[in-house]
T-cell receptor, first 114, second 114 residues
Framework: KAGVTQTPRYLIKTRGQQVTLSCSPI?????VSWYQQTPGQGLQFLFE???????NKGNFPGRFSGRQFSNSRSEMNVSTLELGDSALYLC?????????????FGPGTRLTVT | AQSVTQPDIHITVSEGASLELRCNYS??????LFWYVQSPGQGLQLLLK??????LVQGIKGFEAEFKRSQSSFNLRKPSVHWSDAAEYFC????????????FGAGTRLAVHP
């Protein structure tokens, strides 16, 4: 079974621009979570989607948003990029049910803001 | 508030030596606990998980972890380390309210000497 895929793997943007990152979950997984990883703050939860609905959101400004499509693929968007948004963005997918918290991560998208 | 503490930022061991990585959590109820490993430039790979039952859990790559409620700990162990185990290791707890939100520790970077 194919793992979680994320595109693009690397991205360079300029301050003030916006960016969209994509995540395709493992086949059959209906939940997609997003995390930001930085050297200073570590791994922080952004949000989680299930059946096209955002169920949980971390403590990030409104510039960070996401959505999920009917095929469970998810995108996250960051508007008005700041230098501090440079990070590795990780997507994770999981089944719903008894093992719903067991998350499988993609390789991440490395975003650099200049 | 829920939190995870990994007291050791960096650990160096010799190949063939035993390994123990420490993890302490703060959580009101029975926690869902995880260990993930991240190789440079990669996403996170699930090593093992604890949901309930037997407090000694076995994972992939020869790792095991023991849940100790009295000490609020979930330490990761391996009897004999291989050079390929060099990576960063993250302990995580499933957050209250579920919905697939993980709270991560800061990570322990493992170096292995030949």
């Amino acid at each position: 079974k194919a793992g979680v895929t994320q595109t693009p793997r690397y991205l360079i943007k300029t301050r003030g621009q916006q960016v969209t990152l994509s995540c395709s979950p493992i086949s059959g997984h209906r939940s997609v979570s997003w995390y930001q990883q930085t050297p200073g703050q570590g791994l922080q939860f952004l949000f989680e989607y299930f059946s096209e609905t955002q169920r949980n959101k971390g403590n990030f400004p409104g510039r960070f948003s996401g959505r999920q499509f009917s095929n469970s693929r998810s995108e996250m968007n960051v508007s008005t990029l700041e230098l501090g948004d440079s990070a590795l963005y990780l997507c994770a997918s999981s089944l719903e049910g008894g093992k719903g918290l067991e998350q499988y991560f993609g390789p991440g998208t490395r975003l650099t803001v200049t | 508030a829920q939190s995870v503490t990994q007291p050791d930022i960096h650990i160096t061991v010799s190949e063939g030596a035993s390994l123990e990585l420490r993890c302490n959590y703060s959580y009101g109820a029975t926690p869902y606990l995880f260990w993930y490993v991240q190789s440079p430039g990669q996403g996170l790979q699930l090593l093992l998980k604890y949901f309930s039952g037997d407090t000694l859990v076995q994972g992939i790559k020869g790792f095991e972890a023991e849940f100790k409620r009295s000490q609020s700990s979930f330490n990761l162990r391996k009897p004999s380390v291989h050079w390929s185990d060099a990576a960063e290791y993250f302990c995580a707890v499933g957050a209250t309210g579920g919905y697939n939100k993980l709270i991560f520790g800061a990570g322990t970077r493992l170096a292995v000497h030949p």
